[in-house]
Structure formats: structure tokens, C-alpha cells
């Protein structure tokens, strides 16, 4: 008696050749609907049509700019999800993407994508307990970064670097850089991030014991927070 796997997975394969995005229009109405997932908090859902625009040979018929675009929200996705084995799969698709594509880019936009990709990686190596490797890694691209418009991941890299310095106990260098990342955010009228960083200071002045100022931060964050809703 004869099975029918192979033909199964023929038909299988049938299906999901005709299910992938064929047009360019395709490609971009699959991102438009994951972003207002991923703008809604909903990121498994935002991943569902992200995926389905990430196969190599998908991203190799994108122009580089909107395949770096896509790779980006399925990876901040993924970490804001916590599928770190997945973040891991994605930046190294980022890398070989960057480093195929490099000889058509200009050096500089080569240097600003790849930092792009490094600030993630520093986030996934920090989450891993891997605090020094995540440190030197994030120095590298807020090196780079600090220089270009994209204050959103200088202020993500500051607040990560000063997330490792409090895990490694060095409270002040934390410190410094909690209030660099909240000067950041509030430049960029990033008001999540500002509530945030004010809850990791006040967090910061109760280890100091500085009760006053602690609670004076809390009461800043939350009520930010409310605002915000």
C-alpha cells in the first residue's frame, strides 16, 4: 500500500506558494495591517503578517530599505514578546542582509543599519545575563547612532546600558544613564519613555534611601502614565 506524504506535502507546498505575497502592493498591505497590530500592542498578531514577509526570498524581491524596516518591527516584536531564540534567527537574517546588499549602500547607511540591528542585539545578550558583552556591544552603536536622527534607539541604548550597570551594582553609572535616556526621551516627546525612566530613578533614589525624592518620581511617573492611558 502505497502512502500519500508525498503528495500531501506537494499540495502543501502548492498552498503556501500561491499564499505568498506576490506584488509589491502584497508585500506593503501585509505591513500596513502588521503595524496597526503592532501599534496596538498586539505584537503575536503584528508577528503573524510580519512573518510572512520574511522569508529570504520574499526580503531579497523588497527594495533593502523596507526589507530593514520589516526585519526591525518583527525583531522589536519578538523582544517585546520575549522570543529571544527568534530575536537571535532575525538579526543574524538582519546581518546577511546588510552585508549582501552593503556594496549598493553608502558606508554610512551601512554603519547606521547595522548599529540599528547591534542596539537590539545588545538588548537580547543583556536579557541573557551576558551584561558586559551587552555593554560593549551598545557602546558600539550608540557610538554610531549618537550622530544620526534615530533618538528613539539612542535613548533605548541608554536606558539599556543603564539597566546593565544596575545589575552589575554600579548604581551611579545606572543612574547617569537613566537620566540621559529620560533627557532623550523627553526631547523626542516619547512620554512612555519618560514614565518609565522616571520609574527606574525612583527605583534608583529608594536603594539610596532618598524616600522623598523616591516617592516625588512614583508620583511623576504615574501620573504620566494616566495621561497617556
Sequence with gaps: ??????????????????????????????EEIGDLHYHASAYSTALDYYRQLISEEVLARMERDQAVRILRKAVDSNILLGNFDQV?????L????????????????????????????????????????????????????????EHTDVAILQVGMGICYLRLGRLEKAEEFFHDGLSTFRRIGHDLGVANLLNNLALLNKIHCRWDRAIGLMDKAVELAHGIG
Design 1 to 30: 500500500m502505497k502512502d500519500n506524504f508525498k503528495n500531501q506535502r506537494r499540495s502543501d507546498a502548492d498552498r503556501s506558494d500561491q499564499n505568498r505575497p506576490r506584488q509589491g502592493s502584497d508585500l506593503l498591505r501585509l
Design 88 to 92: 537571535d534567527v532575525l538579526l543574524d
Design 94 to 149: 538582519a546581518e546577511d542582509l546588510i552585508a549582501r546588499t552593503g556594496g549598493v549602500a553608502p558606508p554610512d547607511e551601512i554603519a547606521v543599519n547595522r548599529a540599528i540591528f547591534q542596539t537590539r542585539r545588545s538588548t537580547a545578550l543583556r536579557e541573557r545575563g551576558r551584561l558586559h558583552d551587552a555593554l560593549n556591544l551598545a557602546k558600539r552603536a550608540f557610538s554610531v547612532l549618537a550622530l544620526t536622527d
